[in-house]
Antibody, heavy 125, light 112 residues
Framework: EVQLVESGGGLVKPGGSLRLSCAAS????????MNWVRQAPGKGLEWVSS????????YYADSVKGRFTISRDNAKNSLYLQMNSLRAEDTAVYYC??????????????????WGQGTLVTVSS | QSVLTQPPSVSGAPGQRVTISCTGS?????????VHWYQQLPGTAPKLLIY???NRPSGVPDRFSGSKSGTSASLAITGLQAEDEADYYC????????????FGGGTQLTVL
């Protein structure tokens, strides 16, 4: 069974840090681009960050650049998001999501599948 | 303000057909980027519903269909069922945002 399981969410004060983890199973994790997508309470989806299969290419949304760091460990089938200098507007459910390998070398499909169940991050004093 | 514009809500009676629009611009859908759709049932994670404008993943009923034309895309649901009540999101990419993924604001479907 294809599965992504996030952990590490919780309540943190503004300016604080948190590290999210995502454990993958049931698919070839090392060939997927992995991503973090967040959803603020009652709001829509926002792409946060992506990392290529070999960690060679890393991208961030402007809203988190310089504060968040994405990483992965293919040996452990795991994805991480280190979140520093957290703000109230970072409050959201954070989902990890994969992009499958595409038909051409070094390419990935444009859609996100699979998704994890999400972990809630609340930034509040 | 989302880069891709969706109606906040749509509704329909069981058995009816509804459509959800996703309007973009020349830097995303109009630039040739494909559109993908996700279904988010209440309290759950998003699930891929349509990929590559009009393709259904295995297990998605053929009541769901997608199309794309110009700077817009649409999701159609025929034979509406109570279990279709959910939020629906479109997704594409935008060249003005370094080619990063963008989502629509989401559409809440109510089955009357």
């Amino acid at each position: 069974e294809v599965q992504l399981v996030e952990s590490g969410g919780g309540l943190v004060k503004p300016g604080g840090s948190l590290r999210l983890s995502c454990a993958a199973s049931g698919f070839t994790f090392s060939s997927y681009s992995m991503n973090w997508v967040r959803q603020a309470p009652g709001k829509g989806l926002e792409w946060v960050s992506s990392i290529s299969s070999s960690s060679s290419y890393i991208y961030y949304a402007d809203s988190v650049k310089g504060r968040f760091t994405i990483s992965r460990d293919n040996a452990k089938n795991s994805l991480y998001l280190q979140m520093n200098s957290l703000r109230a507007e970072d409050t959201a459910v954070y989902y990890c999501a994969g992009r499958p390998k595409g038909p051409r070398y070094g390419d990935y499909e444009d859609w996100f599948d699979p998704w994890g169940q999400g972990t809630l991050v609340t930034v509040s004093s | 303000q989302s880069v891709l514009t969706q109606p906040p809500s749509v509704s329909g009676a069981p058995g009816q057909r509804v459509t959800i629009s996703c309007t973009g611009s020349s830097s995303n859908i109009g630039a040739g980027y494909d559109v993908h759709w996700y279904q988010q049932l209440p309290g759950t994670a998003p699930k891929l519903l349509i990929y590559g404008n009009s393709n259904r993943p295995s297990g998605v009923p053929d009541r769901f269909s997608g199309s794309k034309s110009g700077t817009s895309a649409s999701l159609a649901i025929t034979g509406l069922q109570a279990e279709d009540e959910a939020d629906y999101y479109c997704q594409s990419y935008d060249s003005s945002l370094s080619g990063h993924a963008v989502f629509g604001g989401g559409t809440q479907l109510t089955v009357l």
